[in-house]
């Protein structure tokens, strides 16, 4: 009964915040929502909406140009994701690059073409991006030119090599010239064509999710991680005076933490419930579509939101014990919004892990917060479904054991 007591009492304690954490949880979910539809929109490159601009520099009288362009934009796999935009304006050109326009500039110098007509290789082509512009399009481009390069100097090499053997065995200048346009066809054909010759599969954006079904899933513990912000003054207290007093009335403190979990974890689950009925009206009205989401059926929703509770478990004792290691208003305050807010980040709430470098995106994935986002990914990928399980219920066990710890200490101060 002991212990009934002092859960209710806790209960009343958080339901007196209940009102506030609803208002909040629903002005939290508009952002969230805001957020993810940002980044969504900010990668339907994956959707083929998006294309990389690339500028071509050169001059008017150099039909080449409009060949090549013509060639890559009817023929070729790259139209698929590059759009390539012709200039004659150098100041043009590079103010549509620092505006964002362009993705990247290429400027073919005057006589280029003679100069691979001739094999020379005397002139190269300039290459330009702007300021801080090293993503992914400047890696992309970096490996476009490479291989332009590499294709140009081995192509040479190649026909260069048929020369000399043609020559060395007599053969006349028409068979010889003969003979070097097939293998140029040849090279264009395989250039071209090169699409045909690998099989694209995407496996996902990270963890085997899609880009929507990843940002939902993210942006959906990002929405219970800053929930806590909502209830914080639950867990402030100016001294350690109720525990001791329940400790000494034979209320040990395990039962103290379970008994300050559940009534909180409940709280949040009111508030989750709540947010989760308009996100799943808008699955089954299909205005949000998601890969994972393959049906959605009652039964297959109502599984979703299981372990949507069993994640929240996890996140709900993180942030406990954030709450219980931290004194005083102003640490609890700012140093647990710091905490919960980057270990969200780096787990990929916001971003995909990968685009951290490994040593991060390996402790983002060791964190609490990443092992609920490997936790929920693999319900909706049906992979690693047990390890992810494992390493979810040592986590509890463990902050639990450690939470006990950090109470006890503080009792018998």
């Known amino acids: 009964m002991k212990y009934g007591r002092y859960f209710l009492a806790q209960l009343k304690r958080i339901k007196k915040l209940l009102p506030e954490m609803l208002c909040l949880s629903v002005l939290f979910f508009g952002v969230t929502f805001f957020v993810g539809k940002t980044l969504i929109t900010g990668s339907d490159y994956e ?22 362009i013509f060639l890559l934009e009817s023929f070729d796999d790259s139209k698929y994701m590059m759009e390539l935009v012709k200039y004659t304006d150098f100041e ?8 964002g326009t362009l993705s990247a500039l290429c400027e073919i110098p ?20 702007a300021a801080g512009s090293r993503g992914v399009t400047g890696v992309f481009m970096d ?32 068979m010889q010239n003969e003979a070097v346009d097939k293998l140029f066809m040849s090279y264009m054909s395989t250039l071209l064509g090169r699409g045909n010759l690998v099989t694209v599969k995407t496996l996902g954006i990270s963890n085997g999710l899609s880009t929507y079904g990843y940002y939902f899933t993210g942006l959906t513990l990002f929405l219970m991680s800053v929930l806590s912000f909502a209830g914080i003054s639950f867990f402030i207290k100016k001294n350690m005076t109720l525990d ?37 009206k808008m699955l089954k009205a299909k205005l949000l579509e998601i890969p994972e989401f393959f049906t959605t059926e009652n039964a297959f929703l109502f599984k979703f939101y299981g372990n949507v509770l069993v994640a929240m478990v996890l ?4 942030e406990l014990l954030i709450f219980e290691v931290l004194e005083g208003t102003v640490n609890k305050v700012i140093f647990s919004f710091t905490i919960i807010l980057s270990c969200a980040y780096v787990s990929g709430y916001l971003y ?30 049906m992979k690693g479904r047990e390890s992810a399980t494992l390493w979810l219920m ?10 006990c710890l950090v109470r006890t200490k503080k009792i018998n101060k």
């Open 394 to 403: 040592g986590y509890v066990v463990a902050i639990f054991v450690v939470l």
């Open 110 to 129: 005057a006589g280029f073409y003679d100069s691979i007509n001739y094999l020379s290789n005397d002139l190269s082509i300039k290459y330009y991006t």
């Open 244 to 280: 001791k007093l329940a400790h000494s009335k034979g209320i040990a403190v395990p039962g103290q933490i379970a008994a300050d979990f559940v009534a909180y974890f409940l709280c949040n689950v009111v508030c989750v419930t709540i947010l989760m009925v308009p996100i799943f």
């Open 315 to 318: 996140i709900c004792m993180f």
């Open 47 to 68: 959707a083929g909406k998006i294309k990389y601009r690339i500028g071509i520099m050169g001059k008017e009288e150099e039909s080449f140009i409009d060949m090549g």
């Open 143 to 174: 490996e476009i030119t490479g291989i332009i390069s590499d294709y140009i100097v081995y192509s040479e090499a190649g026909i260069l090599s048929l020369y000399d053997y043609l020559d060395y065995k007599g053969a006349s200048a028409e």
């Open 352 to 381: 995909p892990a990968s685009f951290f470098p490994e040593s991060i995106s390996k402790v983002g994935r060791l964190l609490p917060t990443g092992v609920a986002m490997t936790f929920l990914s693999s319900f909706l990928t």
């Open 92 to 99: 043009e050109a590079k103010s549509d690059l620092y505006d």
